[in-house]
């Protein structure tokens, strides 16, 4: 009986150990990153944020996010998510557009989830 159930307890921990190797997702890293300032007739001052993301392990999905921080006062002026998939190793280009006011100086950032 005792066997059994050191079989039993064994077995257990086997199948927990391999469920557990692929808990482990993306672990994501921007490599470039770039903003442009365009005019848009329909937004008026737009900045185009362009940012190369690197998967550096296992494949999984990927939140995007570009924030367009005012150098002045330091506020959000907007921010704009996205979530994509990127397989292990591999890397993605993103493209996300946000919102300015004409006159004010910001500067962009890029966040990975």
Known sequence: MGRRILLVVMAAVLVLAAGCTGL?????????D????DLSL???????VKAVIQNDWADGDVTVTAKLIDKEKGFVRDEVSTTIFIPSGETREV???????????YQHSIELS
């Open 24 to 32: 482990g997702g993306p672990e994501p890293r921007v490599v470039e």
């Open 95 to 105: 493209s996300l557009t946000l919102d300015g006011d004409a006159g004010r100086e």
């Open 42 to 48: 329909a937004r008026g001052l737009v900045y185009n």
């Open 34 to 37: 770039s903003a442009t300032q």
